[in-house]
């Protein structure tokens, strides 16, 4: 049985344009994407969240993903990071692996776009941020399969000894 503790979290983004503009101004230029695109007051974050979740659960954190999720001190289990930048990747990997449980989960929405999925694959970049070789990614350049339409979900699982790992899977044992 899979048994961790810890704390879920989901990184989005939710700007106001004001924010794009001055912090993404770059992005305009490619045409990729648009000023306030993703744009989003926070009260809208919290309506939508009551209507669909459970906001009695969530703590609601704003700022640049490099600064706000160092206020954050607990350790996670599962992940949603739902970014569109691989500055913005990197990031919240910076701040989030090193406290991800072991076999813990981190899921995106960003399987398709391989600028950004690169970043699990990109080994220099892991030894020098975080130490480790780069973990690999589960649903690169077309998804996980879970509609006929495809999906933009993909997935890592933390995993410190894939030896141990293996001896815990039923389907392994006596091989």
Known sequence: MWRLQGSVI??????GESEIARNYSHLRLTG????GMYSGALAEVRENVAKYGSI?????????FSDSLRAIPAKFVFAF???DLTSSMKDCIRQIWPRLADEGLVYTDVSCDMEVVRVWFDDGWWQKELGQRAPGYVGTGCGLPVSVNGSSLGYVQKIAD????????SWFAGS
């Open 10 to 15: 989901r990184l989005a983004v939710a700007t």
């Open 32 to 35: 990729h994407y648009r000023q």
């Open 56 to 64: 009695g659960q969530c703590e609601f954190v704003q700022g640049l």
């Open 81 to 83: 990071i739902d970014v």
């Open 162 to 169: 894939v030896n141990k790992s293996y001896e815990r899977g």
